[in-house]
């Protein structure tokens, strides 16, 4: 078998299709340098991530070079590979990542670490970087678990530290220059010497060029590095988000995402200093995008995906100093065609009820105030600046804007915390409640602090799990007393594991091999996760993760992190610490000065940010892109299209999606649905299963514009991916039935292995059936297991061919009350029920109309 025949075979067929609009694909033997740009979790996941959109922007803007795509697999696929002996291969070209130059990972979260080592042995790569040669690719962690990436140091070549926009073209350069391939040069340096000299880049680390040891009592004793002048890693920055490159055509899924809408970054980093952040470190200085650049970037990437939503990246969106008037410029040009807008990170006291009105006006998304604790005092020790009156203020706008429902979010084992504190999050809850009438229910989600490296409190050790399990346990006892308060958490002993590796050391590798090995894999996953493998691969390897995660770390102790240099000083962050034992707030330097962090403050740029931009607020405004007048003709039209190739795997609403998005691209104007939640006018006929192909596909749209069924036709099958294509189209009068309604018969053809049903044997089961009055079975759906008499719903069964090894079925099957039945579950009651893996191919041949 090869990659092809495995999707047939998986649950979710169109997160391994590749080829969706927007991808790239190189004629590899052309390109010097191949990069498998990897994601350690599914494709809904990965795909949801704007750094690997970048990264592979960036590097498929050169002749020289090609990145792929590559995901975790999910088990079905998985044992599949295995079981065909297949190694795990890229989106685009099916390429094994043993061929590609490098591999590089996105290090998202610590609970992905073993399918990093789950990928690299599915892709034929040996999982100790000691252990692999010279033809072998270098493996490349970037993103935020690369500022303590000591846990993966003996499965990595090589870390990006910072910005990957800022180093990854001339990483690729230098790896060029040193294999002998940027010229004629017969230069091929030997993978310990490339490895050296890449050390040479800002941002570079290499775990191998730095020894570490031990003291008696389990503490780093001292960190060495191996090569001269190479004593620590600087983070690697890119100071200009303006000319920094940024995707404008990015890959349009079939499937829906994780954050399936178009994401630009308003702004990267943060100056409130919260105490438990380590984003507001490690992406420090702040830098802006100018609302001018932001609205070319968006009007182009809108233009290029037909994307129906926008989300204004940033750690705190509400801070942007144009937000008001940026978000109000956007709607102007976009609302219109439905397009909303969302902020993904809002502070209460950010929140004003202009921003609430522009970010309503097409959808009333979804809002999540990060509280994260339930008194001022406890807020105070964090460095979260915000008072009460700033949550009711902040909800009393968001009610007053028409939304009644809200999603907080809170923390709980912080430093110093009491019970008090835990009950103010109850308080905080109710007292909203009673305050807000129109608010109808919350939805609170409560997290375990995990310290993190590089930040205040990564001296303090982690909450015991019981100590944590008994403060859950006491708020979902008072939360269930409130039925419009849903409370969701976070499992404990997931957070536990995530603060053993956030302030681990190299010791451990060997514990991720050995849960590797054990079956750990997808542990970021409540329903995957087993925390007794973990503690089997803890004593194996006789490490105990306490020492890691709750154990308060000595000021003169050695980090082990502490040669990965972020530009804030470590001085700075233990008087931070030491400010939050006293319950003092710090300043934020945007507003009140530099606070002498460690940053260079004329790289800063940012003081008093927010008044300097008067004039650019007053230019956002008045902003207006030019846009065509939308014609008041409406129409609705009927489309017969083809769904063929590798489109034969994606589902109902896949299908939907694709179009819909299509037309946008089109710029053929749908009509929308009222309301909150508005939803294009696109009607389809009965859903076609999952891998059966057909030319006789229909769809209703209703349309704004006065445009010729040529144009309709021809716009779309340029937006549309291979294998969806609009064979014809004819206005329809309003009020004209559906397709659904008046489908009267559906004809399919099924070829099956010949080898395993024989044409009499078939003949004498489909005879048998037509003998027979009522024929009951389960149909299984969504809402459960319901029995049906099929009888009357098949018109005709019947062989129509029998040549080599093919065995060809024509099945006509009735519409009655809705209903149209699917050919393999017919075929599983009359046949066989593992009749699937027979099945070589299943085609729609056509449909009949009723007459009235």
């Avoid at 792929?68 to 291969?89: G, I, Q, S, W």
């Avoid at 040193?178 to 010497?193: C, F, M, Q």
Wanted: charged share 25%; with cysteine; aromatic share 8%.
């Amino acid at each position: 078998m090869n990659y092809k025949d495995l999707i047939e075979l998986v649950q979710k067929p169109s997160r391994y299709i590749g080829k969706e609009v927007n991808s790239v694909h190189k004629d590899l033997s052309k390109v010097k340098t191949k990069i498998a740009l990897i994601f350690p979790d599914l494709y809904e996941m990965g795909m949801s991530h704007l750094g690997l959109k970048i990264l592979y922007h960036i590097i498929n803007l050169r002749d020289d070079a090609a990145a792929e795509r590559v995901f975790a697999p999910d088990t079905d696929y998985e044992e599949l590979l295995l079981k065909n002996n297949l190694p795990l291969a890229s989106l685009e070209s099916s390429i094994p990542l043993n061929q590609f130059d490098m591999l590089g990972f996105t290090l998202q979260y610590e609970l992905s670490y073993t399918n990093i080592l789950n990928i690299l042995k599915l892709g034929g790569i040996p999982l100790r970087q000691a252990d692999r040669g010279d033809n072998t690719p270098l493996v490349i962690g970037g993103g935020p678990c690369v500022f303590n990436p000591e846990p993966l140091s003996d499965f990595f070549d090589l870390f990006v530290i910072g910005d990957g926009e800022e180093i990854v073209s001339e990483l690729i350069d230098k790896y060029q220059k040193l294999k002998g391939i940027a010229s004629a040069s017969p230069r091929n340096d030997s993978r310990k010497e490339i490895l050296k000299n890449l050390s040479d880049i800002e941002g570079i680390y290499v775990p191998s060029l730095f020894s570490v040891s031990y003291k008696d009592d389990n503490t780093i004793e001292k960190i060495v590095s191996l090569k001269e002048g190479y004593n620590s890693v600087k983070k690697r920055t890119i100071y200009d988000l303006n000319s920094s490159p940024y995707p404008t055509s990015q890959i349009v899924p079939y499937t829906s995402l994780i954050h399936d809408r178009v994401s630009v970054e308003i702004d990267r980093g943060c100056t409130h200093g919260c105490r438990f952040c380590q984003a507001g470190i490690i992406y420090r200085p702040l830098r802006e995008r100018t609302p001018q650049k932001v609205e070319e970037l968006l009007q182009e990437t809108l233009k290029n995906t037909g994307y129906e939503e926008i989300s204004l990246g940033s750690l705190s969106s509400g801070d942007y100093c144009n937000i008001t008037p940026l978000a109000k410029a956007i709607m102007n040009k976009f609302e219109k065609d439905k397009i909303s807008i969302s902020l993904p990170s809002l502070r209460p006291d950010t929140l004003n009820q202009e921003l609430l009105k522009e970010i309503g006006r097409v959808r009333k998304t979804g809002f999540t105030i990060a509280i994260e604790a339930g008194t001022q005092r406890m807020r105070d020790i964090i460095n979260k600046k915000i008072k009460e009156e700033d949550i009711f203020s902040a909800v009393n706008s968001i009610a007053s804007s028409g939304w009644d429902s809200l999603k907080l979010y809170f923390m709980i084992g912080l430093p110093y915390e009491t019970d008090d504190d835990i009950e103010g999050i109850y308080n905080i809850c109710n007292q909203i409640l009673k305050r807000e009438k129109r608010i109808k229910n919350i939805n609170v989600g409560i997290s375990s602090l995990v310290p993190k490296a590089h930040t205040p409190f990564q001296w303090v050790g982690q909450e015991g799990m019981d100590s944590l399990k008994r403060k859950l346990g006491y708020l979902h006892k008072k939360f269930k007393t409130n039925r419009k308060i849903n409370m969701k958490w976070h499992k404990v002993e997931i957070s536990f594991l995530e603060g053993v590796f956030a302030r681990g050391d190299r010791r451990l590798g060997k514990v991720l091999e050995a849960a590797h090995e054990i079956g750990c894999k997808f542990d970021g996953w409540t329903e995957r996760f087993d925390f007794n493998k973990w503690m089997a691969a803890f004593n194996r390897c006789g490490i105990n993760p306490e020492f890691y995660a709750n154990r308060n770390i000595n000021k003169d102790e050695t980090l082990p992190w502490g040669h990965i240099k972020t530009g804030v000083s470590k001085k700075f962050l233990y008087k931070e610490f030491e400010a939050s034992v006293k319950d003092m707030l710090s300043s934020d330097c945007r507003y009140e000065g530099c606070i002498g962090c460690g940053l260079d403050p004329s790289r800063c740029k940012i003081q008093d940010a927010r008044y300097k931009m008067q004039d650019a607020r007053l230019a956002t405004c008045n902003l207006h892109i030019a846009t065509p007048a939308r014609s008041p003709v409406q129409s609705r039209v009927r489309i017969r299209y083809e769904k063929n190739g590798d489109m034969k795997f994606l589902s109902h609403l896949e299908v939907g999606r694709t179009f819909s998005r299509a037309f946008r691209r089109a710029g053929i104007h749908l009509q929308y649905s009222e309301g909150y939640h508005p939803h294009p006018k696109i009607a389809f006929g009965f859903a076609l299963p999952v891998g059966i192909e057909s030319s006789w596909e229909y769809f209703d749209a209703e349309l704004n514009g006065n445009l010729k069924i040529d144009e309709i036709i021809n716009k779309l099958n340029t937006e549309l991916p291979s294998g969806l294509k609009a064979i014809s189209a004819e206005f329809i009068p309003h009020g004209t039935r559906s397709i659904s309604d008046i489908t009267n018969r559906v004809k399919f053809l099924i070829s099956l292995q010949s080898a395993l049903y024989s044409q009499q044997s078939a003949e004498e089961r489909f005879k048998d059936f037509f003998l027979q009055d009522r024929v009951i079975i389960d149909r299984i759906r969504k809402d459960g297991v319901k029995k049906i008499d099929i009888k009357p719903l098949i018109e005709s069964i019947k062989i129509i061919g029998h040549e080599r090894e093919l065995l060809k079925i024509e099945m006509v099957f009735n519409v009655l009350n809705g209903t149209l039945l699917q050919p393999i579950e017919v075929l599983q009651n009359l046949l066989s029920p593992n009749i699937g893996t027979s099945v070589l191919l299943m085609e729609k041949t056509g449909v009949e109309w009723r007459k009235n």
